[in-house]
C-alpha cells in the first residue's frame, strides 16, 4: 500500500495506481481531455507509454498484450473519437475473455448532459461491449475505482474496463491511499465436481475434450495436456485458440474454427461425452450452433468455465464446473486417469484424421506459389516460442490449418472475427518479446485497417514480420457471395496500393513473393533484420480457402440453384 499525504492530482492518482498494480506498459493515442494522466506519465518512466497511431490499432495492442500475458492490457484514448475508434478492440476482449483497462478521457463534471466537445455518456456506449463501466467523479475515489477495475478485469471471466475520466476531475487534487497489487480470484473445483467428472469419462465410449477461452497460463495449458495424455483423451480446441495443447502431441485432434476439419466436426458429433474446457461453445466453435442440440446437448456435456453466468447459458451441462483455468488444470491431472480405457483406437482415429489433414489438399495444391508447401516450411521453422498473430479472413485458414502451435509460443487471434487485428498484435507481441520471432498474418482487407501501426512498430524499434496475402479483394465475403449469389460480385473486389513501397516508405523491410521457392529466402532475410517486415504474398484469387477453390465454390452453389428451379418447375409444369 502506497500513501502519500501530500495531496496529488487526480491524473496522477491514475498512474500512482497503475504503478501500484504493476502496470510496465500502456498503449495510447493523446487526447487534450486526459493531459493530467499523460503528465504524471512524464515522471514515471518505468511505464512504457507506446504512442500509437490509431485507437483501434492502440485497442488491439492492448488487447493482444492481455492475450498474451494474462494482465490487464492498459489503453488510453480520449473521450467521444477516441472511443469510438477503440471501441473495436473493446469488444474484442469481451468476445475473447482478455483482461484490459480503458482509461477515457471525458468532459468536465460540470458540463455534463449538455452534449459538450465529444461528449458521450460512456457507460450507455460501452454496457454491451465492455465487461463493466464507471466514471471517476471524485479524486479521492482514483484508487479505490482502479483497484475495483483491475480486480474486474482479471477475475472469473476476464473482460475489458472501462474507465472514464472527467478532464476536471484530473486536475483536482485529493490525498488519497493507493493500493495494489490486484488479485485475480478464480473459482476452483469441487471434490464432488472432479468425482462426477471422473466417473462419467470412465462410463464414456468415445469422449472428446474441447479447450478454448481465456485465462490459460503455460503451466495449466501443461497440466491440461498432461490430463489428456495420462487418460488417451483426445482434445481439439476452440475458434483461434490452438496454442493451448500442443499439436504435435497425439492427443492433439485440430481445432473448430471457420475452417474446421469435416472429419474433426463429425467426431464431435459422434462423440458420447464433450469435455468443454474454458469453451464458450460459441457460435463458430459449435459450428453455428450445429456440433450440439439446445439445450439439452443429446450427448454427455461437461462444461468448465470460470463464470457461473456462461454455464447452463445455451447448453445444458449434466455437470457444470465453474473453475479457472489453472484450478482446473491442476486438479484434472491430479485425477487418478481412468484405467484402460476403451476409446484409444477412438483417439487414435481422430488424431490420423488430424495428421492427413496436415497434408495440402490437391484443390489447393501446386500453382506457383504452393501455400500448402509454404506453411509447411513455415511449420519446420518457427521456433517453439514463436508467437504468431492473425487478422480475420480466409487466409487465416492456412496458419491455423498448417502451423503447429504450442507453449510457449502462441496464437494470438480475435475469436471477436475482428479484421485489422495482425499488425497491432503483432506488434503487442513483439514489444513484450523482442527476441522471439513474431509472425503476424494478414489479408490486403485487414492489413490496410490498421497497418498504420507498421510506423508505431518502427518508432519503438520492434521488427515483427507481417505475411500479407494479397488477393485483391476481401476473400471471405467474395466466398459467402459465391455461394449464395453466384456471379454476382458486389463490393468485394479491391484495388490495391503498391504493398512493398508503402511498407518501405515505413521504413520496413519489404518483399514481395510470388513464387514457393522464394518465400524462404524472403522469410530469412526479414527474420534477420532487426526492423519491421512486410511479405507480400500474391496470391491466386482462386485459392479461396485451403479445401477449394473459388470457381468450385460458384459452380457448386449454380449446380444447386439450378437443381432447385428444376424442382420448382416439376413442381408447377408450365
Ligand atoms: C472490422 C471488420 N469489418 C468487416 C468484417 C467482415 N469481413 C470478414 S472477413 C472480410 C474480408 C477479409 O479480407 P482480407 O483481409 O483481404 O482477407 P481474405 O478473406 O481476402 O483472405 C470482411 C470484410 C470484419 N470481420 N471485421
Ligand atoms: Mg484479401
Sequence with gaps: MASNSAPLSGGQLVVVALRAHRVEIAFSVAGESYLEVLDALYDAPEIRLVTCRQEGGAAFMAEAYGKLTGKPGVLLVTRGPGACNASI???????????????????????????????????????????????????????????????????????????????????????????????????????????????????????????????????????????????????????????????????????????????????????????????RIGEITSQSYSLLDIPDPGKTLIHVHPSAEELGRVFRPTLAIQSGMPEFAAAAVALRPVPAPRWAPWRAAVRAEYEAGLLPSPAASGGALDLGRVMTWLRDRLPDDAIVTSDAGNFSGWPNRFLHYRRPGRQLGPTSGAMGYGVPAAVAAKLVHPERIVVGFCGDGGFLMTGQELATSLAEGVGPIILLFNNAMYGTIRMHQERRFPGRVVGTALKNPDFTALARAYGAFAATVSRTEDFAPAFEEAATGNRAAVIELAIDPELITTRTTLSAIRHQAEARASAKAEARGRKNPG
Design 89 to 279: 478492440g473493446i469488444h474484442t476482449a469481451f468476445q475473447d475473455s482478455t483482461p484490459m483497462v480503458v482509461l477515457v478521457g471525458q468532459v468536465a463534471r460540470h458540463q455534463i448532459d449538455r452534449e459538450a466537445f465529444q461528449e458521450v455518456d460512456f457507460r450507455r456506449m460501452f454496457a454491451p461491449l465492455a465487461k463493466w463501466v464507471a466514471q471517476i467523479d471524485l479524486a479521492e475515489r482514483v484508487p479505490e475505482l482502479m483497484n475495483q477495475a483491475f480486480q474486474v478485469a482479471t477475475s472469473g471471466r476476464p473482460g475489458p474496463v472501462v474507465l472514464a475520466l472527467p478532464e476536471d476531475m484530473l486536475r483536482d487534487r485529493a490525498v488519497a491511499a493507493v493500493s495494489g497489487p490486484y488479485q485475480a480470484v478464480r473459482a476452483h473445483p469441487g471434490a464432488a465436481d472432479l468425482a462426477e467428472l471422473r466417473r462419467l469419462l470412465a462410463a464414456a465410449e468415445r469422449p472428446i475434450m474441447l479447450v478454448g477461452g481465456g485465462g490459460w497460463s503455460d503451466a495449466a495449458c501443461h497440466d491440461i495436456a498432461r490430463f489428456a495424455e495420462a487418460s488417451d483423451l483426445p482434445v481439439c480446441c476452440s475458434f483461434r485458440r490452438q496454442d493451448i495443447v500442443d499439436n504435435r502431441l497425439g492427443v492433439f485432434a485440430g481445432d473448430l474454427g471457420t475452417g474446421a476439419s469435416p472429419a474433426l466436426v463429425a467426431r464431435v458429433k459422434r462423440s458420447d461425452l464433450l469435455l468443454a474446457v474454458g469453451a
